[in-house]
């Protein structure tokens, strides 16, 4: 039985690694990822499946494989695939060791690899038998994401982790061993002189401990192994095995937005390697999510800012008087009046994407200047800055969630399944979303086949058998005082369903 096992691994999405995503990164970098409407994945270590699952159900063409060590993850995702009726997915319970085997035939082969929370994680000979399965398993346009701890980050938190394992030695009991932990280095923070350098990472350590999931933090900082690596190290172990780094998944790696111009243009100046490595310095950066290719596909040196004609844009930003402001806290301006009209309807959009040919479209009808080759460069190298800061989201994939609020409200039966256990759902956009149990109620009712009259019934029962709704300083109780206030959050909640791209109809 495997820790896993014994304290199962919370059923994380991880928004990044959504083929979309991947493809959209890979292109940009000269590599033509295949479609994400047809590809074939593989997760390695793809714990209780969640990941997975909400990929399979966004992408219903293509076809996705889990495996995992714990036999319990497994029973848990298969569960939950059963009761969807999904069948381009199969979780199997295996080591990743017996994947490192060269496949027979091309549904042996993948287009996507992710092995997300588990190379730091495992002994040597299972980190090799990733990057061999990745060597020997990914498509000719194949793309894998390896994540990972990375230095110099993980050198505050390694001394985080030997306070707290050092205490709990001998402990058995998981909870326990993580309550000892941290009474230790809680102690030691409080008995460390106020300010001092060895106090503030205590104190962050011990703060980023507090915010996180528990089974989270037990299997980071319990573990027998967690090795975090250099990204150079993480880079040389890839090649070894003829792979080649592309990016990171997450954007916003390619700039320098905290470091001084002229430091940023000496960076700019560093093969890609190096200063991905020496960006880690200034950033002390603690994670990776790094994706590599086969060696033999030719990278482009620069980002191919032309790509953006064959994506999928949205954008979370706010703007006024040119000024974005960015879900991500970041901001920027916008100063030609075409780029601005652009993000007006990104923004307006949202959380629906439009394909970059749709926008130009679009564009030209309120601005009819707008149709020269030119004028489209332009449009292109203004949205691409955008992308580059994190102020514009690319995908390969389109999301169309339904943005209004119909007459018989559909959540798709992914995220209904997951608001009857848990209070995280996932969106169309295979992001989590955490909600009130209010809002959990709802999302289970809406299937589709409800009207609004019969929401509300359901909502006011629920509201009575749960001590009413509170209202301001009031708790409103009783079937007549509660169903019209019902019906008014309702329809607030439903339109907020519809903004977190949770309405299929
Ligand atoms: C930290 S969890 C990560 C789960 C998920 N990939 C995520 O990132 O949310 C690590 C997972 O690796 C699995 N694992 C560890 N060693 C393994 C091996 N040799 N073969 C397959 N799975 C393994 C564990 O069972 C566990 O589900």
Sequence with gaps: ????????????????????????????????????????????????GGNL???????PNSQFEGVDLAAGHIKTGNAVIAKLGL????????????????????????????????????????????????????????VALISYNTYPGWHQREMARDIMRYHAEGIDDPLTRLRHGKALLSSVMQNVPQGSAYRLSLEEELKALEQANQAYVFHEQF??????????????????????????AEWGDTTYEYVR???????????????????????????????????????????????????????TSTMQDGQLTGSNGLSGSVGHPVTQIAMQRLIELY?????????????????????????????????????????????ASSVQPCCTVSTRPHVAELAREQARTGETVTNLWHQPI?????????????????DHAGLIEQMTQYAMANGGLVEGDQVVTGEERLRPLVSIKMQANLQRLAGMALLIA
């Excluded at 699952?53 to 992408?59: D, G, K, Q, V």
């Excluded at 560093?270 to 960006?279: C, F, G, M, S, Y």
């Excluded at 309120?366 to 102020?391: H, I, Q, R, W, Y």
């Design 223 to 248: 573990e027998d192994t967690n090795e975090p690596r250099y990204f150079h190290q993480f880079a040389a172990e890839a090649s070894s095995h003829l792979l080649q780094y592309i990016a990171e």
């Design 434 to 450: 955490r909600l009130d149990d209010v809002t959990a109620h709802l999302v289970r009712c809406c299937d589709g086949k409800t």
């Design 351 to 395: 959380p629906r994407t439009i394909s970059f040919e749709e926008l130009c479209h679009e564009v030209k009808s309120t601005s009819p200047d707008f149709d020269t080759p030119e004028a489209m460069d332009d449009l292109k190298a203004d949205l691409f800055e955008l992308v580059c800061v994190g102020l514009v989201t690319v995908s």
């Design 87 to 142: 069948n381009n997915i199969q979780l199997k319970h295996g080591n990743i060791e017996d994947w490192a085997v060269e496949p027979q035939t091309d549904d042996e082969r993948f287009d996507y690899i992710i092995a997300h929370g588990v190379y730091s994680w495992v002994p040597d000979a299972v980190r090799q038998s990733i990057l061999a399965i990745c060597q020997m398993r990914l498509s000719e346009r194949g």
């Design 53 to 59: 699952i909400s990929l399979a159900s966004l992408l």
């Design 261 to 315: 111009p002229d430091v940023a243009r000496a960076l700019a100046s560093l093969p890609k390697t190096r200063r991905a490595q020496t960006l880690d310095y200034f950033r002390r950066r603690t994670f990776r999510q790094t994706l590599v290719c086969h060696e033999s596909v030719t990278l482009s040196e620069t980002l191919q800012s032309s790509e953006i004609e064959t994506m999928h844009l949205a954008s």
């Design 1 to 48: 039985m495997s820790n896993y096992d014994e304290v199962p691994y919370p059923d994380f999405i991880h928004p990044v690694t959504h083929p979309g995503n991947i493809a959209a990164i890979a292109r940009l970098n000269g590599l033509d990822a295949v479609p994400p409407e047809s590809c074939r994945v593989l997760e390695l270590a793809c714990g209780p």
